[in-house]
């Protein structure tokens, strides 16, 4: 008996499990030219170029879905997850508002709420909204890891590990384990977090951002073939994973993106800085900054870049303003501590190191800057004690 040939969705379901996303939102597209109200092909189609990182495309479809069903709140909560994918937080916080406004019990929608609010730096009313989403479903294992999340970024890194241990202890743990992994990082204690990322991974062996992740931290440890083989195995299930690119500075294969969106300029002109192509960096970085100047990020960025060309002055110009929209990001914090230390102001680069040091306790480069900090400014010996601790944190840096 000749088998059965699979239906259209059928095909493209099997083509999803292969990582074949683009041929699964093509035939999606088939349908929906047949039926453009069909709501489980939007669906699937958002989803499938939100893999491909055609995030603009998804939001396109999850507008449309939200047209079809304008009381849905779960409808609403999606799309503003797809706004946040392409910063737009204060957008994607008015979906999760409006969601709420139609379910005041929607956990999803209070969880969008305090991603957003964590993003914006409103880390109180992160934490509030992440214990409401809790809260609404208590089983919900990622209302912690929310939390976790806003209790890192404010510095509480005690606070964060308990909310991960809450996680934890609900029986699913692959993110859990993930986070415990990257606030163990930031706190320095890298063969815990090493330990960490090891049981993520194998709760998740598919998923790039912990591979990425495991793979610089066994770097940081002085394994490096080790770290090398998890960045690629990350690329080889994500080609879009851009901490591996970052981690490796290497030219990803062609990807797809819609060109008007500031952070395709800014991604791009990393992964030019980490292969060390300024020119191009700085090109990408410019065109980025005059498309959204208000993204806190990619202004440190550009900064960054100015600081490693030497050009201070223009490197704090940069990082002042990122600070002013984003006060508590530690990078741009670390970074303006070194322009200020370039710049020949030893003091107020110890200020600066420090802050980012409150937030982030085991940032050996914020360590190795202050300690620069302490021999201008005739202090010795608690320059020594300072990089005696970065060495303890990660030996394979003074190697």
């Not at 107020?348 to 021999?375: D, K």
Request: charged letters at 30%; proline letters at 5%; a positive charge.
């Amino acid at each position: 008996r000749a088998e059965r040939t699979p239906s259209p969705a059928e095909q493209a379901v099997q083509l999803v499990k292969e990582g074949r996303h683009e041929a699964a939102a093509g035939i999606y597209t088939a349908l929906l030219a047949k039926n453009p109200r069909h709501a489980d092909s939007l669906k699937q189609r958002a989803e499938a170029y939100r893999c491909m990182g055609r995030y603009d495309l998804a939001l396109a479809d999850r507008e449309a879905l939200t047209r079809l069903a304008p009381g849905n709140p779960e409808r609403l909560t999606s799309q503003g997850e797809i706004r946040r994918r392409l910063w737009d937080f204060r957008g994607a916080l008015e979906d999760a508002r409006r969601a709420l406004r139609l379910d005041p019990r929607c956990a999803s929608g209070w969880m969008l709420r305090s991603e957003c609010e964590r993003s914006l730096g409103l880390y109180p009313a992160a934490l509030s909204s992440a214990a409401r989403a809790s809260a609404c479903d208590p089983g919900w294992d990622w209302a912690h890891v929310v939390r976790a999340k806003a209790f890192n970024q404010q510095g509480d890194l005690e606070g964060a590990l308990e909310e991960l241990r809450a996680a934890e202890a609900l029986g699913k743990g692959g993110y859990a384990w993930a986070w415990r992994g990257v606030v163990l990082r930031k706190a320095g204690r890298l063969p815990e977090a090493l330990e960490a990322l090891r049981k993520a991974s194998a709760l998740q062996p598919t998923n790039a951002w912990v591979l990425a992740l495991r793979g610089e931290t066994r770097r940081m440890l002085g394994d490096a073939a080790g770290g090398m083989a998890d960045l690629r195995e990350a690329m080889r299930f994500d080609i879009h994973a851009s901490c591996a690119y970052d981690f490796l500075g290497a030219e990803p294969a062609p990807v797809h993106r819609d060109a008007s969106l500031a952070w395709v300029f800014a991604w791009r002109g990393g992964i030019h800085r980490g292969a060390g192509r300024l020119e191009q960096a700085g090109a990408d970085l410019n065109r980025a900054v005059a498309l959204d100047p208000k993204a806190f990020w990619i202004r440190a960025w550009r900064g960054e870049l100015r600081l490693h060309e030497e050009d201070a002055a223009g490197a704090l110009k940069d990082l002042g303003e990122a600070l002013k929209i984003h006060p508590r990001y530690p990078e741009a914090l670390l970074w303006k501590g070194q322009a200020l230390l370039k710049a020949g102001d030893a003091g107020g680069a110890r200020r600066e190191f420090s802050s980012a040091l409150a937030l982030e306790p085991g940032n050996v480069w914020a360590m190795i800057g202050q300690a620069a900090c302490l021999e201008r400014l005739g202090k010795p010996a608690m320059a020594r004690d300072v990089l005696a601790r970065a060495r303890e944190i990660a030996p394979a840096l003074f190697a």
